[in-house]
């Protein structure tokens, strides 16, 4: 007897308006299917990032956690001067390609840090005794080619990195002053030629200015803000303002103050990206938590820099500066007095401040 095939396509076929009914219910009942904060970004429309070091990539726990859980990346080191100019004449590509080969495989952004800073360059260029021409000349060569390179894969770049000081002066640097590119005393006319330049070399990709101790409404804060608002005025290019939030002193009445820095920014039309999250805690001499209730802390601190940013739409990404306890810079920046600042901990377990990050993405409106 002859029985009636059964052609899978049909079934499926016939199955997908039940499934996207289903789907679309649980998305008006709030029923919540993310199993990641990439998930739960991707739906908030938001970037959430860490900075990776590609020497790690080969770790299974390392970068499968950094595929599940983030949408962008930006290498920690390999985009500075020190490491992308080895020489005047060698431009040293390979780990900020490889870091770029990563975020293509897993669908996610790159940003690009840094083109200009007065620390991490290499030996030949901070004790090469340039003229200003020179240093003009070769910070300019350097920003077109190392723009050029990653054009169309770096979205957006920290052009300037940490040119203020705390008061809110601008910082001595062989960019500026010592001997500069031909603006010494001229205030934030080197930071704009820098701009210049970057813009011209690729017209696509989003620039921004990055600092630290910028969250909040201090000196530092408003000399960038004044900086930001004068180069919008004049049409100087420049997209985007960068805050580290390297929080090593929880001051909640500062960091609260963050959603009014916020709000200054993003009204002269700018995006702002928190670029480098971390809140270090205390350690004992052994490397353990000083004090265990700092983990709350520090989720309380993470919850509320992550609000403030969910709450203005020109804040368009959140990152952390590594993502786990295993591989951070702060231990051996604060010589093992301070540590376990990210959101994984050691072994790659999600540490209450992850929790907070998620609930904050799921509620947040
Ligand atoms: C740090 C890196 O994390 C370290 O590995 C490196 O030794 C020094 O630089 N502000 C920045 C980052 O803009 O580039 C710094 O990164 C941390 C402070």
């Known amino acids: 007897m002859d029985r009636p095939s059964i052609n899978p396509l049909l079934i499926r076929k016939s199955l997908t308006p039940y499934l996207a009914l289903i789907l679309s219910l649980a998305t008006t009942t709030g029923i919540n299917f993310a199993q990641s904060l990439r998930d739960d970004a991707d739906r908030r429309r938001i970037l959430i990032g860490a900075a990776v070091n590609p020497a790690l990539f080969g770790e299974a726990p390392y970068a499968s956690t950094l595929a599940r859980e983030f949408n962008m990346v930006e290498p920690e080191n390999e985009m500075k001067w020190g490491r992308i100019r080895p020489s005047q004449d060698r431009f040293n590509f390979g780990p900020g390609d490889e870091v770029v080969a990563f975020a293509q495989a897993h669908k996610m952004k790159v940003r690009g840090h840094c083109l200009l800073w007065s620390e ?60 500069g590119i031909g603006f010494a005393g001229k205030g934030t006319a080197y930071i704009e030629q820098a701009f210049r330049w970057a813009r011209a070399a690729d017209p696509k990709a989003l620039l921004f200015y990055n600092d630290y101790d910028t969250e909040g409404l201090n000196a530092k804060s408003d000399a960038v803000y004044a900086m930001v608002k004068d180069f919008r005025k004049r049409g100087v290019p420049i997209d985007g303002v960068g805050i580290q939030a390297h929080i090593f002193n929880i001051d909640m009445k500062e960091i609260s103050s963050l959603a009014a820095n916020l709000a200054r920014l993003t009204a002269l039309g700018l995006q702002v990206h928190i670029t480098e999250m971390d809140v270090a805690l205390p350690l004992d001499t052994t490397g353990a938590l000083l004090d265990q209730s700092g983990l709350t802390r520090q989720a309380d601190v993470y919850r509320v820099i992550a609000t403030a940013c969910l709450q203005q739409t020109g804040c368009t990404a959140f990152q952390t500066w590594g993502f786990t306890d295993k591989y951070s810079w702060i231990p051996g920046y604060t010589k093992g007095a301070k540590g376990k600042a990210l959101l994984f901990d050691e072994l790659y377990a999600p540490k209450p401040a992850y929790n907070a990050l998620r609930e904050v993405l799921e509620r947040e409106r």
């Open 120 to 179: 991490h360059n290499p030996a030949w260029l901070s004790k090469g005794s340039f003229t200003p021409e020179q240093l003009s000349k070769l910070l300019r060569e350097h920003i077109a080619t190392v723009m050029k390179h990653y054009s169309g894969e770096v979205f957006a770049w920290d052009v300037v990195n940490e040119a203020f000081l705390a008061n809110g002066t601008i910082e001595p640097s062989i960019w500026y002053d010592s001997p």
